[in-house]
């Protein structure tokens, strides 16, 4: 096969037809590959279409909208639920603690015992129940503090000290 043009430019025509095959090669492989991408995409869009035309997409659309409305709403007043049970939380007397004692010598099964009850800032009070045989007496003595302002017996300075110390893994 002869040619005058591929003469006059000096270049032989199977170098041309190597490189113009090379190049459909080439073509060919990026062909296959946006093929595949295309392929996949379909696969995602015929999943997401399944069932519905645009005007039921939309309404899923709008009911998706709607609900994410509404659980932020919620959220909203979780938030404020649980900062005003923390608010509560921080002037009950949640801190507890007791110690039964014998009263008397004569008295067993431990039926005396102090309580007591603090709130965060460690105040509250201290209670002490003395059973005797002649009857059951209570004392109450406030607590400001973590201190008492009146002189504490022994069970009430050891409930006092469960009490304040009742929280301390909690807050680390």
Do not use: W
């Not at 003395?130 to 209570?138: A, E, K, L, N, W």
């Amino acid at each position: 096969m002869e040619s005058s043009i591929f003469d006059a430019i000096g270049i032989d025509p199977g170098i041309i037809i190597i490189f113009v095959l090379g190049v459909l090669l080439i073509v060919l492989i990026y062909m296959i590959k946006i093929s595949m991408k295309m392929s996949r995409f379909m696969k995602k869009y015929k999943m997401f279409m399944r069932g519905m035309d645009g005007a039921s997409l939309e309404r899923a659309f709008a009911a998706r909208f709607n609900q994410m409305d509404i659980l932020e709403e919620n959220s909203r007043n979780h938030m404020e639920e649980i900062r005003k049970i923390k608010e509560v939380q921080n002037i009950t007397l949640n801190k507890v603690a007791i110690v039964k004692y014998d009263a008397f010598k004569e008295m067993g099964g431990k039926l005396s015992f102090a309580l007591a009850m603090l709130d965060k800032e460690n105040n509250g009070f201290v209670m002490n129940a003395i059973h005797s045989s002649d009857g059951c007496y209570t004392y109450v003595k406030e607590i400001v503090k973590g201190e008492s302002y009146v002189v504490l017996g022994e069970e009430e300075k050891e409930a006092l000290r469960q009490a304040v110390n009742s929280h301390n893994e909690l807050e680390r």
